[in-house]
């Protein structure tokens, strides 16, 4: 598991000797202060030889991972995504930002198949205006909240784990989502009706495995977001979806990710 390292006293070229390291993630203070996260893979022995420092210096203690430990930084920082600015909550923001507070919940925006999914929720929005959105497997809350703050009148988000309902109701308070943003800790099967927009952000399994009951709550050529989906099985993902009457609309990619835009055909 990666590690934070600290040093009190580095020397000018220290930032890039890490980062030609492998480090996940660097920061520099004043009087020569310096941390980074580590993968594990790097010791404190080599980076002590890579900086010409005692291993003694160098203060090792245990790094914080965001995204169910797929992302790993120093601290939550604002990130823009097309128009969408996430800012954590101890930092000010501006009107229309979304503010997240700092827990583990997956989707803190850093994540690609987050981002993928705020790229397709924008041009979604857009294109067509959507008066309501279903949110599947929504984490800390921050796709639905996006989309409220992209003009979508209402939003129903929802998720099985118990931790991330408790962050996603944090952050709908957080961000004043009042009665526009329903929080349910349920699966797509134990609700009724549809949606103009449906978005799911989670693994390939379960989107195969999701994928009949997902399709009813997509509404009149409706449009269906899924993302979480490693580049190598997208094509099977896309299979089953078009067996059940969904056209692509597009695919977008980053980092080995892809999120797939479909489009009910009835």
């Avoid at 099967?189 to 009949?212: F, K, R, S």
Wanted: with cysteine.
């Amino acid at each position: 598991m990666p590690y934070r390292i600290d040093l009190s006293d580095a020397r000018g070229d220290a930032l890039d000797r890490l980062i030609e390291l492998g480090a996940l993630d660097v920061e520099s203070s004043s009087a020569r202060r310096v941390a980074a996260v580590m993968p594990d893979g790097v010791t404190p022995e080599r980076i002590a030889h890579a900086l010409g420092a005692a291993v003694d210096d160098i203060a090792v203690s245990r790094a914080q991972g965001r995204d169910a430990d797929s992302v790993w930084i120093l601290d939550p920082h604002p990130i823009q995504i097309g128009s969408i600015r996430i800012v954590p909550a101890r930092m000010p923001a501006a009107p229309g930002a979304v503010r997240l507070v700092d827990a583990p919940a997956f989707g803190t925006g850093l994540h690609p198949t987050t981002a993928l999914c705020l790229e397709a929720l924008e041009e979604a929005v857009q294109g067509g205006s959507p008066d309501s959105l279903l949110d599947v497997g929504t984490g800390s809350g921050v796709l639905a909240l996006a989309a409220l703050m992209l003009g979508v009148p209402r939003a129903v988000a929802i998720d099985i784990d118990d931790d991330a309902m408790r962050v996603a109701m944090e952050n709908a308070r957080l961000n004043g989502a009042g009665e526009r943003l329903q929080l349910a800790r349920a699966g797509p099967e134990a609700l009724a009706g549809t949606w103009p927009l449906v978005l799911a952000n989670v693994l390939a399994a379960p989107l195969i495995e999701m994928a009949p009951v997902l399709v009813r709550r997509i509404g009149h050529h409706g449009r269906l977001v899924l993302s979480g989906i490693p580049a190598s099985v997208e094509p099977d993902v896309h299979a089953v979806y078009r067996r059940l009457g969904l056209q692509r609309l597009g695919v977008k990619s980053r980092r080995g990710w892809v999120a797939i835009v479909l489009q009910a055909s009835w």
